[in-house]
T-cell receptor, first 114, second 115 residues
Framework: DTGVSQNPRHKITKRGQNVTFRCDPISEHNRLYWYRQTLGQGPEFLTYFQNEAQLEKSRLLSDRFSAERPKGSFSTLEIQRTEQGDSAMYLC????????????FGQGTRLTVV | AQTVTQSQPEMSVQEAETVTLSCTYDTSENNYYLFWYKQPPSRQMILVIRQEAYKQQNATENRFSVNFQKAAKSFSLKISDSQLGDTAMYFCAFTKTDSWGKLQFGAGTQVVVTP
């Protein structure tokens, strides 16, 4: 296993278009998290999954955002009708259930909305 | 709601010297964990060190150690014998025990290690 993988690494899109990002977690991890990071700031929590169940969504996650983890493995994050304010790095992380485990992060998907 | 504050946007340190990064947090929880993460220019976040709130002993990991003051809600990171590879953004993060893994991050401190 090579760690948490995110695709694409970079995405440039026109305002109003839909985009979808993919995250492949570490295979034995049943928890998966999405964060958004804007320049010069720390990551902000968006949502997380326990297996296929989406357990929590941040108020930051507007109706234009939707995340899925259909079989408890990979996850997708879709943004509909993108806005310039959506430009950010989108980070995915995965972890086990135990408090002895750490969260491993992917390299992120950088979204630029023009 | 929890907040995590890092008041130092940037710190510069010479190789082999020591630098201390500050972090304060606000919570009404009694059971929680604190972390320091490192984000090098490649942008992948890496865990540096963690501290369980119920443990009084400060965590250490090789050249990295923390000073955890629970009553003051302070969690500073000391990097000893700084190396060029330590150049990165450092984030302090918090998670409640009952929502394990959902991290609240500070704004980060950019550490620059100079030769």
């Amino acid at each position: 296993d090579t760690g948490v993988s995110q695709n694409p690494r970079h995405k440039i899109t026109k305002r109003g278009q839909n985009v979808t990002f993919r995250c492949d977690p570490i295979s034995e991890h049943n928890r998966l998290y999405w964060y958004r990071q804007t320049l010069g700031q720390g990551p902000e929590f968006l949502t997380y999954f326990q297996n296929e169940a989406q357990l929590e969504k941040s108020r930051l996650l507007s109706d234009r955002f939707s995340a899925e983890r259909p079989k408890g493995s990979f996850s997708t994050l879709e943004i509909q009708r993108t806005e310039q304010g959506d430009s950010a790095m989108y980070l995915c992380a995965s972890s086990g259930d135990s408090r002895n485990t750490e969260a491993f992060f992917g390299q992120g998907t950088r979204l630029t909305v023009v | 709601a929890q907040t995590v504050t890092q008041s130092q946007p940037e710190m510069s340190v010479q190789e082999a010297e020591t630098v201390t990064l500050s972090c304060t947090y606000d919570t009404s929880e009694n059971n929680y964990y604190l972390f320091w993460y490192k984000q090098p220019p490649s942008r992948q976040m890496i865990l540096v060190i963690r501290q369980e709130a119920y443990k009084q002993q400060n965590a250490t990991e090789n050249r990295f150690s923390v000073n955890f003051q629970k009553a003051a809600k302070s969690f500073s990171l000391k990097i000893s014998d700084s190396q060029l590879g330590d150049t990165a953004m450092y984030f302090c993060a918090f998670t409640k025990t009952d929502s394990w893994g959902k991290l609240q991050f500070g704004a980060g401190t950019q550490v620059v290690v100079t030769p």
